[in-house]
């Protein structure tokens, strides 16, 4: 007995062949029936999908909207596309499921829905965040500037904001802090204050990570002028933060990090406030025992000049 895979390939197999039927012209049909082979290899990527055939529904989805693309319906080309980047995930094939996301949300922009083109971007670099970042980075940025033609300030913000987030795991924190500085300009623009104070303190912990604390300086005073920021918690936390670090002061700034205002940021941001590092790497308390135990040889050094001046004495006069 055939198992239910194996019917539905065949399913699908028979969709192809009458597709090809479609397409085919005779002395009595001069033009190819394009509508009915598209309708046939969509049942057949159907079919094949539920085969779990993924490649061979792939390409059925591929032909399907090559065929929309010919008859200028770039809306269904898109959808098509869509549907085998989304199987070629599902090959692990990373790189062919980016190419078809890509032309996909190219499409959408061409019907005239460039939020639906964003959209289609946001997914593919979701697909490909954890095997391919540098891709992901890419699509987030490519969503942004979609999102930005259209005049839309807030959908611009969260691409760009996790091509930003993004950039921080792969240690690429010149390109991270212009990312996060361009989504302050648009949360501005959006009016969404409470989001700058949450990206402002990123931008900061990016600065000391990379041990600038001349940058982060500067970008806190630059901050002050934005609404709601000044007299606000996360500008309290980040000025003891400054100060702790300026001091080199580990104890202080560990308690400051320690605040609920740290732990609770996006990921990204709170583990490098985990892992931030002070100037000197010291704390206050052991300053103290420091300053102590270097007191004490400095006193037993001085003692002990004095012994050998002692010895010395007799050792001239003779």
Not at 21 to 39: H, I, Q, R, Y
Not at 132 to 158: F, M, N, W
Not at 170 to 194: G, H, T, V
Request: proline share 3%.
């Amino acid at each position: 007995m055939a198992s239910h895979s194996d019917k539905k390939i065949a399913e699908g197999l028979e969709h192809l062949r009458l597709a090809d039927k479609c397409m085919k012209t005779s002395l009595f049909k001069w033009k190819p029936d394009t509508d009915g082979a598209v309708a046939e290899f969509n049942k057949a990527a159907t079919a094949f999908r539920n085969a779990k055939a993924y490649e061979q529904a792939k390409e059925s989805y591929i032909k399907a909207g090559d065929l929309q693309k010919t008859v200028n319906s770039p809306f269904h080309a898109a959808k098509a596309y869509e549907q085998a980047g989304l199987l070629s995930k599902e090959n692990k094939e990373y790189d062919e499921a980016v190419h078809w996301m890509e032309l996909a949300a190219l499409m959408f922009q061409e019907h005239g829905t460039p939020d639906t083109a964003a959209l289609c971007l946001d997914k593919a670099a979701k697909m490909v965040e954890q095997e391919k970042p540098e891709k992901a980075i890419h699509l987030y940025t490519k969503a942004c500037d979609v999102a930005e033609c259209e005049g839309r300030p807030r959908q611009s913000a969260e691409y760009i904001g996790k091509a930003g987030r993004l950039q921080v795991k792969c240690f690429k924190y010149d390109e991270a802090i212009k990312s996060l500085q361009q989504e302050i300009k648009y949360w501005m623009e959006a009016e969404n204050y409470a989001y700058i104070k949450k990206v402002a303190m990123g931008i900061i912990l990016v600065h000391l990570s990379q041990e600038d604390y001349v940058a982060a300086d500067q970008f806190f005073r630059s901050c002050l002028g934005y609404p709601e920021f000044g007299a606000s918690e996360e500008a309290g936390a980040l000025e003891d933060l400054l100060r702790a670090y300026d001091d080199g002061d580990e104890e202080a700034g560990s308690l400051v990090l320690a605040r609920p205002i740290f732990k609770y940021l996006d990921n990204m941001f709170a583990k490098l406030a985990r892992d931030m590092k002070f100037p000197g790497g010291v704390s206050t308390s052991r300053s103290a025992v420091t300053t102590s135990s270097y007191s004490q040889q400095e006193d037993g050094d001085k003692g002990g000049g004095e012994e050998e001046e002692e010895e010395e004495i007799p050792s001239e006069l003779c």
